[in-house]
Protein backbone atom coordinates (compact mmCIF):
# COMPACT_ATOMS: atom_id res chain seq x y z
CA UNK A 1 0.00 0.00 0.00
CA UNK A 2 0.68 3.31 -0.59
CA UNK A 3 -0.60 6.58 0.70
CA UNK A 4 -0.40 10.30 -1.37
CA UNK A 5 -1.39 13.39 0.64
CA UNK A 6 -1.70 16.40 -1.54
CA UNK A 7 -1.34 20.24 -0.28
CA UNK A 8 -0.94 23.47 -1.69
CA UNK A 9 -4.31 24.12 -4.18
CA UNK A 10 -6.35 27.56 -3.90
CA UNK A 11 -8.05 30.36 -5.08
CA UNK A 12 -5.54 32.45 -7.58
CA UNK A 13 -6.20 34.97 -10.13
CA UNK A 14 -5.47 34.37 -13.91
CA UNK A 15 -1.19 34.84 -14.45
CA UNK A 16 -0.15 33.57 -11.08
CA UNK A 17 1.15 30.66 -9.75
CA UNK A 18 0.62 28.03 -7.11
CA UNK A 19 2.54 25.02 -6.13
CA UNK A 20 1.07 21.70 -5.33
CA UNK A 21 3.03 19.37 -3.06
CA UNK A 22 2.67 15.39 -2.63
CA UNK A 23 4.27 13.10 0.04
CA UNK A 24 3.98 9.48 -0.83
CA UNK A 25 4.76 7.06 2.18
CA UNK A 26 4.10 3.45 2.81
CA UNK A 27 5.29 0.71 0.56
CA UNK A 28 7.37 2.60 -1.74
CA UNK A 29 9.45 0.86 -4.38
CA UNK A 30 12.54 2.67 -5.89
CA UNK A 31 11.85 1.74 -9.28
CA UNK A 32 8.70 4.21 -10.04
CA UNK A 33 6.74 7.14 -11.52
CA UNK A 34 4.64 9.97 -9.29
CA UNK A 35 2.34 12.57 -11.06
CA UNK A 36 -0.16 15.00 -11.11
CA UNK A 37 -3.54 14.36 -12.76
CA UNK A 38 -6.48 16.74 -12.96
CA UNK A 39 -10.34 16.47 -13.56
CA UNK A 40 -13.15 18.36 -13.73
CA UNK A 41 -16.86 17.50 -13.77
CA UNK A 42 -18.11 15.42 -16.52
CA UNK A 43 -14.53 14.55 -17.71
CA UNK A 44 -12.36 12.43 -17.35
CA UNK A 45 -9.09 12.26 -15.11
CA UNK A 46 -5.99 13.43 -17.32
CA UNK A 47 -2.44 13.61 -17.20
CA UNK A 48 -0.70 16.80 -16.53
CA UNK A 49 2.71 16.01 -15.93
CA UNK A 50 4.97 13.08 -14.44
CA UNK A 51 8.47 12.18 -13.72
CA UNK A 52 10.16 9.29 -13.00
CA UNK A 53 12.20 8.14 -10.30
CA UNK A 54 15.28 8.29 -12.46
CA UNK A 55 14.16 12.24 -13.29
CA UNK A 56 12.44 11.36 -16.63
CA UNK A 57 9.23 14.26 -17.16
CA UNK A 58 6.78 14.39 -19.24
CA UNK A 59 3.79 16.93 -19.99
CA UNK A 60 0.90 17.38 -21.63
CA UNK A 61 0.85 19.89 -24.67
CA UNK A 62 -1.06 22.45 -22.39
CA UNK A 63 1.20 23.15 -19.51
CA UNK A 64 4.00 22.72 -21.38
CA UNK A 65 6.27 25.80 -20.36
CA UNK A 66 4.00 26.99 -17.53
CA UNK A 67 4.23 24.06 -15.39
CA UNK A 68 7.23 22.10 -13.97
CA UNK A 69 6.81 18.45 -12.08
CA UNK A 70 10.05 17.87 -9.68
CA UNK A 71 10.94 15.71 -6.96
CA UNK A 72 13.11 14.61 -4.28
CA UNK A 73 13.53 10.75 -4.14
CA UNK A 74 14.83 11.23 -0.26
CA UNK A 75 11.67 12.37 0.84
CA UNK A 76 9.30 10.64 -1.51
CA UNK A 77 7.79 13.87 -2.35
CA UNK A 78 6.50 15.18 -5.79
CA UNK A 79 5.83 18.88 -6.27
CA UNK A 80 4.28 20.68 -9.34
CA UNK A 81 5.35 24.65 -10.46
CA UNK A 82 2.28 26.03 -11.99
CA UNK A 83 2.90 29.28 -13.19
CA UNK A 84 0.90 31.75 -15.95
CA UNK A 85 -2.31 29.79 -14.06
CA UNK A 86 -5.21 30.15 -16.93
CA UNK A 87 -9.19 29.45 -15.50
CA UNK A 88 -8.89 26.79 -18.26
CA UNK A 89 -6.42 25.18 -15.31
CA UNK A 90 -9.05 25.01 -12.34
CA UNK A 91 -9.98 21.57 -11.28
CA UNK A 92 -9.11 19.02 -8.81
CA UNK A 93 -5.65 17.99 -8.80
CA UNK A 94 -4.58 14.30 -8.30
CA UNK A 95 -1.41 13.04 -7.14
CA UNK A 96 -0.45 9.91 -8.49
CA UNK A 97 2.33 6.64 -7.77
CA UNK A 98 2.80 3.86 -9.71
CA UNK A 99 6.07 1.26 -10.39
CA UNK A 100 7.70 1.55 -13.43
CA UNK A 101 5.77 -1.09 -15.39
CA UNK A 102 2.91 -1.55 -13.76
CA UNK A 103 -0.41 0.35 -14.77
CA UNK A 104 -1.86 -0.07 -11.43
CA UNK A 105 -2.11 3.42 -9.39
CA UNK A 106 -2.02 5.18 -5.84
CA UNK A 107 -4.27 8.15 -5.63
CA UNK A 108 -4.26 10.89 -3.21
CA UNK A 109 -7.58 12.78 -2.27
CA UNK A 110 -6.97 16.05 -4.05
CA UNK A 111 -6.46 19.32 -4.02
CA UNK A 112 -8.75 22.33 -5.48
CA UNK A 113 -7.11 24.40 -7.59
CA UNK A 114 -9.09 27.26 -8.42
CA UNK A 115 -7.96 30.28 -11.12
CA UNK A 116 -10.25 32.93 -11.45
CA UNK A 117 -10.59 35.38 -14.27
Known amino acids: QVQLVESGGGLVQAGGSLILSCAAS????????MGWHRQTPGKQRELVAS???????NYTDSVKGRFTISRDNAKNMVYLQMNSLKPKDTAVYYCSWNRVGMRYKYWGQGTQVTVSS
Open 26 to 33: GNIFNENV
Open 51 to 57: VTSGGFT
